[in-house]
């Protein structure tokens, strides 16, 4: 299987994007070979700002490019752009709404090694609860390229977040991502999970395995976690009657959260939310952290199970009438 | 500066003055102290030395204003309104709900205002940051930032500083209203950023020191600023806080709090 780091494919599409639109300009704080950024440093020195260890400063200097007529992108580990910088995001760029891309790497716990200092778990709670904020986690290279387009392509400011690992690549080239538009990766009618990044590919194998119990699951690649897709989520739940959320996220405010605010809203159903189960992470290898904290394909089947056993157990009382 | 030019400018910084009273006092609240010892610089700013056309404030050729101390807003917002950016009447909105004077600069609701400010570091990595778009697209606007002296113990600001330098941004400007008070007491006292000069120096700017009250000096620092290349210039203005109202005067207690009527009136008839 051919395996592309989400980062890599920024990297490249920033590279694309820059020969496209003479607006774009990069901004790195100094990781820039981490964050893949060095790939348009190489090719357009001109349009490149690398403004040093200041992710503060570097989203008020994006800030001001973006009132001058620019598309900035602004990188740097998601930890410090969403954590750090996060009260100049807020009033810089959300509150001005003004069109700069954040575009931030190395989130979540497969960070690995550096441990939780460097582990970005609250990120997407953090951007998603900014008015004004689109939120978008690829699941693939191909995915991680399509969003960056569209996000250039999009006014306004953008949280795009990536990782660090090498990922399967699940879509084929003539894949077309939309902002706010969920994918249907299997169809599926005994129960759905929902899943974004690299939760994706390990939904799809949880539910391969699981088909072979007899269960059929759904798989929903839900990108773009704000503004979520609510039609896709309103459908899964009225044709499968139950859901399981996988994210690489505290369970607090992310894709977990925002689904199951959609859910009570509307149809509301057995729900299970797979993400870091609100504590810190530490140093490992990504695998096996991802194994220690519960992100894996396993993880998932099981709380699938979970999920299906209570629709059961509830059509059950309704069916005798309790 | 011949007398007529200052006289002139002299006059609108009398009417600012009175508007900002006016407009703090109708509000119940707002920032006199901050918004007083910066009259003269904004003025200076908006009346002699930018290229700005309240017609067509997005032009993109125009001169950048960024209040990086955003609780200076009715100082902003006095001076746009005499500029013809909006009518004056809309002043006595300020701080009100649905008004489109905010009680700190809102770039999306009021005209002219170039960017959002409030929370204090920010706005002068803005101003980096149109001024070196300036100099992508090799435009020859230039971009002045004004910010507080209390302002400067933000870690934010000297980040800003040191970009500013190593991207060589001669456009820029600043301005320093170096008043000496903060919310909590005298800056010296609650968290001295001296030596000023040899911190922004230091950094690599060019600075100047001057009367924050003279307009012949104001502007003769800007002329100095304009003049010097490879290197932003910081203009330290020695100020009063407060300034040109007898009460308030170098007084902490003005920094944040609306004269009632009486106080008002005696502050109009003090600027009349």
Redesign the interface.
């Known amino acids: 299987m051919e395996m592309v780091a989400t980062r890599d494919a920024y990297g490249k599409a920033l590279v694309k994007l820059g020969a496209m639109d003479p607006r774009i300009v990069v901004l790195d704080a100094d990781l820039s070979k981490s964050t893949k950024t060095a790939d348009f440093m190489k090719r357009y020195p001109d349009r490149f700002f690398n403004v040093g260890i200041a992710e503060q400063n570097m989203m008020g200097i994006a800030a001001g490019l973006a009132a001058a007529g620019k598309i900035p992108f602004a990188s740097t580990f998601a930890v410090f752009a969403a954590g750090r910088a996060f009260e100049q995001v807020r009033n810089s760029i959300a509150y001005t709404c003004l069109n700069v891309k954040i575009a931030a790497t190395h989130a979540g716990l497969t960070v690995g090694e550096d441990g939780a200092s460097h582990q970005a778990i609250a990120d997407l709670a953090a951007m998603r609860a900014l008015p004004n904020m689109t939120v978008i986690v690829p699941a693939d290279g191909v995915e991680t390229e399509q969003a960056v387009f569209a996000a250039a392509g999009s006014e306004g400011p953008c949280y795009i977040r990536l990782g660090r690992p090498a990922l399967p690549v699940l879509f084929d080239s003539g894949y077309r991502f939309r902002v706010g538009r969920a994918a249907v990766m299997r169809p599926g009618y005994d129960a759905t999970v929902i899943a974004c990044g690299i939760m994706v590919a390990e939904a799809l194998r949880a539910a391969g395995e699981l088909e072979a119990e007899g269960l059929s699951v759904r798989v929903i690649n839900m990108s773009t976690i704000k503004p979520l897709d609510r039609e896709a989520v309103v459908a899964a739940a009225r044709e499968t009657g139950a859901v399981v959320t996988a994210e690489e996220h505290t369970i607090i405010g992310g894709l977990g959260s925002a689904v199951a605010e959609t859910l009570v809203e509307t149809v509301p159903v057995p729900m299970e939310r797979v993400g870091i189960k609100d504590v810190f992470g530490e140093s490992g290898q990504p695998s096996e952290l991802l194994e220690k904290y519960g992100l894996t394909a396993n993880n998932i089947k099981e709380a699938v199970r979970r999920a299906i056993n209570r629709k059961t157990e509830r059509d059950g009382r309704a069916l005798a009438g309790i | 500066m011949d007398q007529v030019t200052e006289e002139k400018l002299k006059g609108t910084a009398r009417q600012i003055r009175r508007d900002i009273i006016t407009m703090i006092a109708a509000a119940g609240s707002g920032h006199p102290g901050g918004s007083l010892s910066a009259v003269e610089i904004v003025t200076a700013l908006y009346f002699k030395e930018m290229r700005v056309d309240p017609a067509n404030p997005a032009w ?1 050729e125009r001169d ?1 204003f960024v209040l990086s101390k955003g609780h200076a807003a009715p100082l902003l917002f006095s001076a746009l309104a005499e500029k013809g950016y909006f009518p004056r009447e809309e002043l006595l909105t300020f701080r009100r709900i649905n008004s489109r004077l905010q009680g700190h600069p ?3 609701k009021a005209p002219g205002v ?3 400010t ?2 204090l ?14 100099k ?2 090799r435009k020859d606007y230039r971009v002045f930032v004004l910010l507080g002296d209390g302002e400067i113990e933000e ?2 600001v000297w ?2 500083a ?2 500013a330098a ?2 060589k941004l001669d456009n820029l400007t600043a301005f320093l209203d170096y008043n000496g008070l903060q919310i909590d007491g005298p800056i010296a006292e609650v968290m001295s950023p001296e030596p000023v000069d040899k911190k922004f120096a230091a950094f690599g700017w060019h600075v100047l020191e001057i009367d924050g009250h003279s307009f012949p000096e104001i502007c003769a620092a800007v002329a100095e600023a304009r003049r010097i290349k490879g290197r932003p210039t910081m203009i330290i203005a020695r100020t009063v806080k407060g300034k040109g109202v007898s009460f308030m005067e170098n007084q902490v207690g003005w920094h944040g709090k609306a004269p009632d009527r009486e106080q008002a009136e005696q502050a109009l008839s003090e600027l009349s």
């Open positions: 993109p950048r809102d770039m999306k170039e960017m959002s409030g929370s570091g920010q706005g002068v990595s803005t101003a980096v940051g149109m001024a070196l778009a300036g992508i697209d870690g934010q980040e800003a040191m970009a190593h991207y």
